[in-house]
């Protein structure tokens, strides 16, 4: 008897949770899909956003729809991932995060570009890295709608610090805040920083009291914000940041032949545009630093080169036990190219 009972009330349970699924699922498809991001509109993910809606409308006739949110009202970006891979957000636009997968921080292993041309033979459209990253987003559950970029990153300086730029000598000393991620300590650590990592919403309070002298990891769009600290922004170019367009692969697979073509091509038209327009965004920002009384440093080739040696010294063994041998043949094989094509300028 009772474990009959026990069966009538687990099947009961069954057909509730079912109903409130079904529910859910008719609730979802009634309601237009949310794009999502952490920027407000002065930055790239706003246009590249407002391009892909313009697109999506155009291609399907004004049929589909977004609900569109910038600025982070709907949380961190950390947040909006995990909400995307829960299929609460469908599309969002968010950076690598080793805590859900190591392997995406192949998008900070320093210089694997050197400029423009040869970020886009990286990381542009069908660029040489697209196939890992679309690789690894199918793997946790996404659709790479693209990858976007903000610019190349480095360094700002406090004020009333020496600005470091033959490393690893000059870099002796200095607190050198880094995001959190499995190459980080190593590669600051072999330039001769000490590498410090606290929350991104402490950096300003830290710059200001001396609790660290620099921030790493930072395009020239993320600098303005702290230019009343800063003596210096040091543009090494040690990577490209940026971000990966990333759909819910449940959601996307949920839609119609004829809708996930209005999605695939959209993104690609949004990615395209942005990969057309970071250029000039990057010089606008870079002049706008200077506007604010920061001072942008630029590593003569001799510098830069040092850099690049300590940082793959450093960073590829490490990356090598995440990825595995043949991911990272692959990986030094793209840096070989790009070599070869700064070899002949």
């Known amino acids: 008897m009772k474990k009959s009972h026990s069966s009538k009330i687990l099947i009961a349970i069954g057909i509730s949770l079912l109903l409130i699924l079904q529910f859910s699922m008719v609730v979802f498809a009634n309601q237009k899909p949310i794009l999502s991001h952490v920027m407000n509109q002065d930055h790239i993910f706003h246009r590249v956003s407002e391009v892909f809606m313009g697109e999506l409308s155009r291609l399907s006739g004004g049929e589909f729809e977004v609900d569109y949110h910038l600025g982070g009202d709907l949380g961190d970006w950390t947040l909006q991932y995990d909400q995307c891979l829960q299929g609460i957000i469908p599309m969002t636009f968010v950076w690598n995060n080793a805590e859900i997968d190591p392997r995406q921080d192949i998008s900070v292993l320093g210089f694997l570009a050197d400029d423009w041309e040869t970020a886009r033979l990286v990381y542009g459209p069908d660029g040489l890295l697209s196939g890992e ?3 690894m987003m199918d793997d946790i559950g996404l659709v790479l709608g693209g990858i976007i970029p903000t610019g190349f990153c480095g ?7 020496n600005v470091p730029i033959n490393v ?5 000393g200095f607190k050198m805040r880094i995001s959190a991620s499995v190459l980080g300590p190593a590669r600051y650590k072999a330039l001769g920083f000490s590498p410090v990592t606290i929350p ?15 921030r790493a990891y930072g395009p020239a769009a993320e600098v303005v914000m702290f230019a009343d600290v800063l003596e210096a922004f040091v543009h090494t170019k040690e990577h490209l940041d940026h971000a990966f367009f990333t759909i819910n ?7 119609s032949e004829e809708e996930q ?6 993104a690609m038209h949004a990615q ?18 200077e506007e604010h009384g920061v001072k942008v440093v630029y590593l003569t080739k001799e510098q830069r080169d040092v850099f690049k040696k300590l ?19 692959r990986i030094k094989d793209t840096a070989a190219k790009v070599d070869a094509v700064g070899a002949t300028k």
């Open 272 to 289: 395209t545009w942005a990969w057309n327009n970071v250029e000039a965004d990057e010089e606008a920002q870079l002049k706008d630093i």
């Open 249 to 255: 692969k449940k959601w996307f697979e949920s839609l």
């Open 168 to 172: 690893p000598d000059e870099a002796k």
């Open 200 to 214: 991104f919403s402490e950096v300003h309070t830290a710059l200001q009291t001396g609790t660290i002298d620099g």
């Open 311 to 329: 940082t793959r010294e450093a960073e590829w063994p490490i990356f090598e036990k995440v990825v595995g041998p043949e991911v990272m043949q």
């Open 133 to 135: 990253y679309a690789s």
């Open 261 to 266: 073509k209005w999605v695939r091509e959209a």
């Open 155 to 161: 360094f700002v300086v406090r004020k009333g610090v």
